[in-house]
C-alpha cells in the first residue's frame, strides 16, 4: 500500500474514522459532527491532488466511484439533518445514530466502488449491517423491533445467497477481480453452468436489496416501521448503491443467459408493485410499493448495457433519490412525540396548516408520478428511450402502462392534502436543517426537470 | 465348469448394468442396514432384558452429587451477557489477527501498519464500551 494508495482511500478512511470517532463526541454536537464527516468525505473525494491517486486492489478510485461517495455522503448528510428533531422527541443516542449512518454510507461507497467480488460482499454488508441496527433504532416502538426483524432475516439469507454465488463465480473463473469474472463468464468459461449459476443467486442477493418484485415482501412492513429518515435512507441510498453497481462494475445485461431473468424481475416488479401501491392508505407503505416499481424501471437501464441507458439509469436514481429523501423527510418533519403522519387521515387539511410543506408534498409525489416540469419526467424520458433503443419494446409499453396507473395512487394521498381537515396539528415548524434538506431536494427535481443538460453532463463524464 | 461359466457371464451381465458407483452404493446400504439393525436389536434387548426402577431420587438431576436447589432457569444477570457477547467480539477478531500472526515476516511493516490500524480501531471500540459503562458489572449501573 503505497501513498497514493492512502490518498485514493482518503475519503472512504474519513468516513470510517468519523464513524468511529462520533462515538466520542457529546449528545448534543454529535449529528452535527456526522454532517461535517460526511461533507468533509464528499469535498475530499474531488480534492485536486486526489485525481493522480492510483486504484487499489479492492475499490476503484475512478470518476464514477467518487461521484457516487459523493452522492451516498450528502444522502447521508441530508438524513443526520432530517433526525435532529425527530431524535430529540423519541430520546435516540445521537451518536449511535451518526455513526451508524456514516457506517453505512461507508459500506454504500465501498459496494458502489467495488472492482472485486470480495469488496463487493464487504461494503453490501457493511452497508446492510448498520441498516439491521438503524431500522429498530426506535427501541420504544413495537413496529420498529418487527421491522428490523423483518430486514434481518432476508437479509441473512441474502447474504448467504451472495457469499454462495461469490464461491460458485470464483470455482468457474479463477478470479475475484469483477471485470475480468464478467469477461470469463461472457467468453464462457470452462465451468460455463457454474458460473451462470453463481451470476444467478448473486442477482437474487442484489434483487432482495433493491427489493425487485419476487424477493420484495420485507419492503413496505420494514418502510412502515423504521424511523421516517432511516427509510429514506434504505429507499434511495442503499437501492442506489446496488444499481450503481450494477451499472458501472458489473454489466449483468452482457452476459446473455440472464437478460430474460432481468426482463422477468423488471417487469413483474412494475406489475406487481403497481397493483400493491393502489389500495394502500398508508403513506410509508405506497412509497415502499412505488418504490419496487422504481427500482424495475432500473432494471431497464441495467438491461440496455451500453453508456446511454447507463447515464439515464444514474439520472434516475438522482431524481428518485432526491424526491424520496425529501418525501420520507417530510414524513419524519411532520411527526410529532405521538408518532408519524403516515395514515392519509392524518395528512388531511396539511395545506392549510403548513402550506409549504403541502406544496412540497405535491411536488414530490408528482415528480414520482413523472409529471412533466419535473425531475421524474425527464428521468423517466431519458431511461424510457434508452431502454427502446436498445429493443425493450414490450418492457416499455408495460413501463408507461404502470406508470400511467400509478398517478392514481400517487394523486390519493395529495387530494387529502387540499382537502379541509380536523386533524389537530402535532408538529412544530420545521428546523434549519430541515429545510436546507427540503429545499435543495426540491430545487434539485425542478433544475433537474427544466434544465437537465448540466447534471446529464455531469453524468456522462463520470459514468465509465 | 459349466456352471461357473454361466456364473461369470451373469457377474459380467451384472456389472454392465450397475456401474462401478452402483455397487459402491449396494454396499453401502447394506453397511447402514447392518449398522441400524445391530443398534435397534442392541436396544430392543436393553429394553426387554433390562430391570427398570422407578423412584423420586432417579428423576433427579445429577449435579457432581450434590443434591440440586432451586430453579432450573434462574434469570441470568444482564452483565453476564453483556459480557458473552463482547467475548465472542474480540474472540472473533483473534481469527483476524492470527492470521496476519502466521505470514507476519512476508507481510513486512506494510502488515504490521495495517494490523496496528485494526487493533488500534478494537481499541476504541473498547473505550468506547467502557465509557458507556457496559463493562460495569452490577445493577446500579446502566
Request: a neutral charge; aromatic letters at 12%.
Amino acid at each position: 500500500m503505497t501513498g497514493d494508495m492512502l490518498l485514493a482511500l482518503l475519503p472512504l478512511l474519513v468516513l470510517f474514522i468519523g464513524s468511529v470517532s462520533v462515538l466520542f463526541v457529546p449528545e448534543r454536537q454529535a449529528l452535527v459532527y456526522g454532517v461535517v464527516c460526511a461533507l468533509l468525505a464528499a469535498v475530499l473525494a474531488w480534492w485536486p491532488w486526489l485525481s493522480v491517486a492510483s486504484d487499489t486492489p479492492l475499490v476503484s478510485s475512478g470518476f464514477f466511484a467518487r461521484g457516487c461517495l459523493t452522492l451516498w455522503a450528502l444522502l447521508g448528510a441530508a438524513t443526520c439533518l432530517l433526525s435532529e428533531r425527530y431524535r430529540a422527541s423519541r430520546q435516540f443516542a445521537a451518536p449511535e445514530f451518526a455513526a451508524l449512518v456514516l457506517f453505512c454510507v461507508f459500506g454504500m461507497s465501498v459496494l458502489s466502488a467495488s472492482t472485486s467480488l470480495v469488496s463487493l460482499f464487504l461494503g453490501l454488508e457493511a452497508m446492510t449491517l448498520a441498516f439491521y441496527v438503524l431500522i429498530a433504532f426506535d427501541r420504544g416502538n413495537t413496529t420498529g423491533a418487527e421491522a428490523g426483524l423483518k430486514y434481518l432475516l432476508p437479509g441473512f439469507l441474502a447474504s448467504a445467497l451472495l457469499a454462495f454465488g461469490i464461491a460458485l463465480v470464483y470455482a468457474a473463473t479463477g478470479t475475484f477481480v469483477l471485470s475480468d469474472t464478467v469477461a470469463l463468464t461472457v467468453a464462457g468459461a470452462s465451468m460455463h453452468t457454474i458460473a451462470l449459476l453463481g451470476w444467478t443467486l448473486i442477482l437474487a442477493a442484489i434483487a432482495f436489496k433493491a427489493s425487485l418484485a419476487p424477493f420484495h415482501l420485507w419492503t413496505p412492513d420494514v418502510y412502515q416501521g423504521a424511523p421516517a429518515p432511516v427509510a429514506g435512507l434504505l429507499a434511495s441510498g442503499s437501492k442506489g448503491a446496488v444499481f450503481a453497481l450494477l451499472l458501472a462494475s458489473v454489466p449483468l445485461a452482457l452476459i446473455a443467459p440472464l437478460r430474460p431473468l432481468l426482463a422477468v424481475l423488471a417487469a413483474l416488479s412494475m406489475i406487481v408493485g403497481t397493483f400493491a401501491a393502489l389500495p394502500q392508505t398508508n403513506l410509508k407503505r405506497m412509497l415502499a410499493y412505488s418504490s419496487v416499481v422504481h427500482m424495475g424501471y432500473m432494471v431497464l437501464a441495467v438491461l440496455t448495457g451500453h453508456q446511454v441507458g447507463f447515464e439515464a439509469g444514474m439520472f434516475y436514481l438522482v431524481s428518485y433519490g432526491a424526491a424520496t429523501v425529501a418525501a420520507f423527510g417530510l414524513v419524519a418533519s411532520l411527526s410529532g412525540p405521538s408518532g408519524e403522519p403516515q395514515n392519509y387521515a392524518a395528512l388531511e387539511g396539511l395545506a392549510a396548516r403548513s402550506p409549504w410543506r403541502a406544496a412540497l408534498l405535491t411536488m414530490l409525489l408528482l415528480s414520482l408520478a413523472g409529471f412533466p416540469p419535473l425531475a421524474g419526467f425527464m428521468g423517466k424520458f431519458v431511461l424510457f428511450s434508452a431502454a427502446l433503443d436498445a429493443g425493450y419494446v414490450w418492457l416499455v409499453v408495460l413501463a408507461l402502462f404502470s406508470s400511467l396507473v400509478s398517478c392514481y395512487y400517487y394523486l390519493r394521498p395529495v387530494m387529502r392534502l387540499f382537502r379541509s381537515g380536523q386533524t389537530a396539528a402535532d408538529h412544530g415548524p420545521a428546523n434549519g436543517g430541515e429545510r436546507l434538506v427540503l429545499g435543495l431536494c426540491g430545487i434539485i427535481l425542478v433544475i433537474a426537470g427544466i434544465y437537465p443538460g448540466p447534471i446529464l453532463r455531469m453524468i456522462a463524464a463520470i459514468v465509465p | 465348469m459349466a456352471s461357473e461359466n454361466i456364473s461369470t457371464e451373469q457377474l459380467a451381465g451384472l456389472d454392465a448394468l450397475m456401474s462401478p458407483l452402483g455397487w459402491d452404493l449396494v454396499a453401502f446400504a447394506l453397511y447402514v442396514g447392518l449398522a441400524c439393525t445391530i443398534v435397534g436389536s442392541l436396544l430392543l434387548a436393553a429394553r426387554f432384558l433390562g430391570h427398570r426402577t422407578r423412584s423420586p431420587l432417579k428423576g433427579q438431576p445429577y449435579e457432581c452429587g450434590v443434591e440440586p436447589s432451586g430453579p432450573a432457569r434462574p434469570g441470568y444477570p444482564v452483565p453476564f451477557y453483556l459480557t458473552a457477547i463482547f467475548f465472542v467480539v474480540f474472540d472473533v477478531e483473534v481469527a483476524f489477527i492470527a492470521s496476519w500472526a502466521v505470514a507476519y515476516d512476508l507481510l513486512g511493516w506494510q502488515g504490521l501498519a495495517q494490523i496496528a490500524f485494526f487493533i488500534i480501531t478494537l481499541l476504541i471500540a473498547l473505550f468506547y464500551l467502557w465509557r458507556r459503562g457496559a463493562l460495569d458489572w452490577g445493577p446500579q449501573r446502566r
